[in-house]
Each structure stands twice: as C-alpha cells, then as structure tokens.
C-alpha cells in the first residue's frame, strides 16, 4: 500500500532487530490512537497533554536507553531513535517532551550526578512522576551559550542562583529544572533546582506561532538557594551541557523523520484522491516530481539518521557527525513540509490537516538544540580545523 511504500521506500526498517521493531510499533500504536487524531486541537489551543505523561512513562520512551537500574530500557541507540522518529508522527512538541525529559535532563543526572542524586531522580521521570527541564538559553545567550549572564554564587557549602532563561522546553510543567551557571570562578556548573524554591518561577510563552503542543517558558531565578547536594557534581565547563545537547541532537535526526514521513503519506495520500481537471492530481508531471522530490530527502534523512546510530552503537560517534544529521534532517524535514502544505492547496493551511503544523514546528526544530547556521560551522571546523563562528 500507498504509506508503507512512501514510509520505507528502501526496506531500511529490514535492519532493525526484533526488539527494535516491537519497540517502533507500539510507540507507533500510542501515537496512532492516542495522539493524531487530537494534536490539531492541542496544537491550535497551545496545550501539552499532560494527562499522557503517566502513560508515555508506562511505555518507557522516556531515558528509554539509560541502564535498567535507573528506570530505563537500556535500548540500543537505534531503538531510541526509532521513537523518537514515531513521536514526532504525531507531532514536534510530543518527541521535544520526550527529549528534553530523556535527553537533556535525565542523561545530565545521569552523566554528570552523583549516585545518590541518579537514584532519587532518575527512576521518578522515567515513569514520568516527576518532570525535569534544561535551562540553558537565556534571552541574551542562545547559540553562544558560553557568555550566559546566570550566576552562581557560593555561601559556604551551598550556591545562590540568579539570573533568567528562556525558551525552555517544560519549563512550567517541571517539577525541576537543570540550571546551568557560573560560579564565582566563571566555570560553567549545573544544578538540580526543585521547582518550588524560593525565588523560582516559570512562566508560559504564549505568543509562539510554532510548537503550540510544547510547553516553552521563561524562568526567572531570583536568589535562588541550592544547597551542595543539588550541584551536579561532575559538570565542570560548557563541555557538560554541551554533551547532553548532543544526546538531544542525536534524537532530532530521528524524529524530524517521523515528521517528514506524516507529511509524505499525506501529500501521497491526498494526491491520489483530490481531482482537478478531471483526474487525480497524482496524474499530473507536477505533482509527480514533487512527491518524488519529498521521497528522496525522506530516504536520505533515513540512510543518515540508520548510519549515524550505528556510529553511536560502534562507539565511533563524534559530535560532528550528529550536527551533521540534525543540520541536514531538519532543514530537509521542514522541505518536505512545506512541498506537502502546497500540495493539499487551500486545505494545506488548516489543522485539519497535519502538514501546516508539522511545517510550522520544524521552524523550530531548524532553529532550537543549534541552528542550521551553528551546524554547519561545528561541522566546518571539524572538516577544516578552522574556528568560525
Ligand atoms: P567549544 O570550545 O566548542 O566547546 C567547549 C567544550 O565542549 C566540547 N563540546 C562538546 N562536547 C560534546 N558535545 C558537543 N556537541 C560539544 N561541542 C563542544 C568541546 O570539545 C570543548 O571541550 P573541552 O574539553 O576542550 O573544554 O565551545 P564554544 O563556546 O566555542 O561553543 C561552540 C558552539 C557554538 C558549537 C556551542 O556553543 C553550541 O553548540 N551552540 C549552540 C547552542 C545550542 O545548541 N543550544 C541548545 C539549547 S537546548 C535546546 O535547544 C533544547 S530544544 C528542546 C529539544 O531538544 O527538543
Ligand atoms: P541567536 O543565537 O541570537 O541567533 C540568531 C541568528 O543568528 C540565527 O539565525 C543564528 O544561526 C545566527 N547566528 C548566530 N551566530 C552566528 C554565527 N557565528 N555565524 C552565523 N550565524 C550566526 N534552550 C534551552 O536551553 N532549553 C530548552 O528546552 C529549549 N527549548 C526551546 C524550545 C523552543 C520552542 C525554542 C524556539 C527554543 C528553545 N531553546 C531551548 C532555545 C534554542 O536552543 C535557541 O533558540 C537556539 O539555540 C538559538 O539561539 P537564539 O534564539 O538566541 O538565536
């Protein structure tokens, strides 16, 4: 059939083991039932689904490929990237979620915590009971983060944390939020901040026009007290966060997959039904090479995403070959939408239908976890040996 050939024009899903397969069709199955056929209303009234958290937690796509002992699958990084490929099926904001959880807040406990502070976190958010966010942008520090404004500064033992951030996915939803500051010495270091702190507060971004579904905010921290045991122990410099970026990015070169194949079936799937001129638009040399001009970037995203986890699997990844992916499949994601959007004519502008959101969120995808721009000059010095930026 018509979505089975467009989604796996060349049969990639053949490389995926079993459990890489079972795991791919019940997130598939969730999203399918539980998602598509309300993400256009959630979209249009800028609301996340909160009351599927407990189950995203039940189905295990969040810190899915941290070890068991903290609450995850220890799922291959193929696995992993197949989820996040079928959240974001559903829509950008339900994969952000998942990343900014599993990603960035999870792998930063993980990575850089002690093992009394994986222990108390790690098991609660993969079950989705408690909520973390990644405050790193600020309003004056977005693609260089190492001039972040963000103090902290230490009393004894213990930090006071100020300053603002914004654009932070699950901001308001959070019940902590992974801070990053400077200490008095001006080396970058994270910290678990309980949400309901003293001098915390959250608040919404409403006037976003992209990711309606994600709850995006700014935090304000004003003298914040965060006493030792909340200091991520082993993040020491921007190479800390910056890791965590790269287990976001790896993720976003799946899921703009996901976005791009909802696009294609429609514009496939609508192509072979709508008439004008007294046949099916699909019969028209137009239409034809633009649905062809879709399925050659939806297979290259595939070749590189399917190459870029086995990199990971073989403990060859560098960080450049992920920018290199996210750079491409968001950029080539937002394409694909934009030729679907055109395609479905009058009906391409409406929430009925999935491609004006998709296309309007891949702006965002394009733009957050590094933009287009800052990509490709992470991948020009690792080509060049030349600084940039
Ligand atoms: P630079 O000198 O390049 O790096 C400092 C240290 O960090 C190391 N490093 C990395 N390590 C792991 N992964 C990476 N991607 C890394 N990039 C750099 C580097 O080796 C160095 O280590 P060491 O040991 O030598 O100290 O630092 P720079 O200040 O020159 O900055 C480089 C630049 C511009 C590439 C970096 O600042 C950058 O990536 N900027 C973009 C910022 C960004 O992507 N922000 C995203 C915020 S989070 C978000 O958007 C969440 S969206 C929600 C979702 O994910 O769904
Ligand atoms: P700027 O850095 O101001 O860039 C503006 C423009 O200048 C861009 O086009 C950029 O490419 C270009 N530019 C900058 N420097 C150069 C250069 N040297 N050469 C050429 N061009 C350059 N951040 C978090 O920390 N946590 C989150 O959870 C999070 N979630 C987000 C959710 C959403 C919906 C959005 C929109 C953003 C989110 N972000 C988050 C922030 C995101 O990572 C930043 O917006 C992004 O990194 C870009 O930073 P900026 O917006 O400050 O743009």
Redesign the pocket.
């Known amino acids: 059939d018509i979505v089975a050939k467009v989604e796996d024009f060349y049969r990639i899903s053949g490389l995926w083991t079993e459990e890489e397969r079972d795991v791919q069709h019940a997130v598939r199955h969730f999203v399918d039932e539980q998602i598509k056929p309300f993400a256009g209303q959630w979209w249009q009234a800028g609301e996340f689904p909160v009351s599927l958290i407990p189950e995203l937690g039940r189905l295990g796509v969040l810190g899915s490929n941290l070890p068991e002992e903290y609450g995850g699958s220890a799922l291959s990084p193929l696995a992993y990237g197949l989820i996040m490929q079928e959240l974001e099926r559903g829509d950008s904001g339900l994969r952000?979620f998942a990343?900014?959880q599993g990603a960035?807040a999870m792998y930063a406990i993980y990575r850089y915590g002690s093992e009394e502070q994986r222990r108390q976190y790690l098991p609660a958010m993969a079950s989705g009971q408690v909520i973390g966010c990644?405050g790193?942008?600020e309003p004056d520090a977005?693609?260089?983060?190492?001039s972040m404004l963000t103090k902290a500064h230490q009393v004894g033992d213990d930090y006071v944390l100020s300053g603002t951030k914004r654009w932070i996915?699950n901001g308001h939803l959070a019940d902590i939020a992974i801070v990053w500051a400077k200490d008095d010495t001006g080396t970058i270091r994270g910290f678990i901040v309980p949400t309901d702190a003293p001098g915390f507060s959250a608040r919404p971004i409403h006037t976003k026009a992209s990711m309606r579904m994600s709850a995006t905010s700014e935090l304000y921290l004003d003298g914040v007290h965060v006493d030792q045991s909340l200091q991520l122990p082993h993040a020491k410099?921007?190479?800390a966060p910056?890791?965590c970026?790269?287990q976001?990015r790896y993720g976003?070169a799946w899921g703009a997959i996901g976005a791009a194949m909802d696009c294609l079936v429609e514009a496939a799937t609508y192509a072979k039904t709508r008439v004008a001129f007294g046949r099916p638009i699909a019969a028209t040399q137009l239409v034809q090479e633009r649905i062809v001009d879709m399925q050659t970037r939806l297979v290259s995203m595939q070749l590189m995403a399917r190459q870029l986890g086995w990199l990971y699997q073989n403990g060859q990844l560098d960080?450049a070959h992920v920018s290199l992916a996210k750079r491409h499949n968001a950029r080539a994601a937002l394409e694909i939408a934009r030729m679907s959007r055109e395609l479905l004519g009058g009906n391409g502008i409406s929430t009925d239908y999935a491609s004006i959101r998709h296309m309007a969120n891949l702006e965002t995808v394009d733009t957050?976890?590094?933009t287009y721009e800052?990509h490709t000059l992470?991948v020009g010095r690792n080509l060049l040996g030349e600084e940039a930026?």
């Open positions: 952000s990343s900014v960035l990644f790193l942008t977005g693609s260089d983060p190492a996915t410099g921007l190479g910056l890791s970026l790269t976001a976003i960080y957050y976890e590094g800052i992470i930026f």
